[in-house]
Nanobody
Framework: VQLQASGGGLVQAGGSLRLSCAASGRPSSRGFMAWFRQAPGKEREFVAATSWSGGKTSYGEPVKGRFTISRDNAKNTAYLQMNTLKPEDTAVYYC?????????????????????WGQGTLVTVSS
């Protein structure tokens, strides 16, 4: 499967952005989709994940209450709505997907749980 992330850009602190991740090249699966981010000099960090139905979601602590993950299965697209952005949110954001649909909370936070990755989209938050 190919994942295409988009929507990144430059925004002032306190602003909002919405990232999109469009999936193609594989028959529709009922797997999880997730967002991770990586800032310069830091390890890849879990941001958010959602099950196929949206009934199971998880968020990293730094983004809880500010970011919302969602998906439109008819469009094979996941979204990340980011509000009240902070300079420390500056990073390359990557979307990821997997096919099992059976991840537990601890597993969905791990990059190794996902078998497809997008190319990343840069989010820069100025102070």
């Amino acid at each position: 499967v190919q994942l295409q992330a988009s929507g990144g850009g430059l925004v002032q602190a306190g602003g909002s952005l919405r990232l999109s991740c469009a999936a193609s090249g594989r028959p529709s699966s009922r797997g999880f989709m997730a967002w991770f981010r990586q800032a310069p000099g830091k390890e890849r960090e879990f941001v958010a994940a959602t099950s196929w139905s949206g009934g199971k979601t998880s968020y990293g602590e730094p983004v809880k209450g500010r970011f919302t993950i969602s998906r439109d299965n008819a469009k094979n697209t996941a979204y990340l709505q980011m509000n009240t952005l902070k300079p420390e949110d500056t990073a390359v954001y990557y979307c990821a997907s997997e096919i099992t649909g059976r991840l537990i909370t601890s597993t969905m936070r791990k990059p190794s749980a996902y078998d497809s990755w997008g190319q990343g989209t840069l989010v820069t938050v100025s102070s």
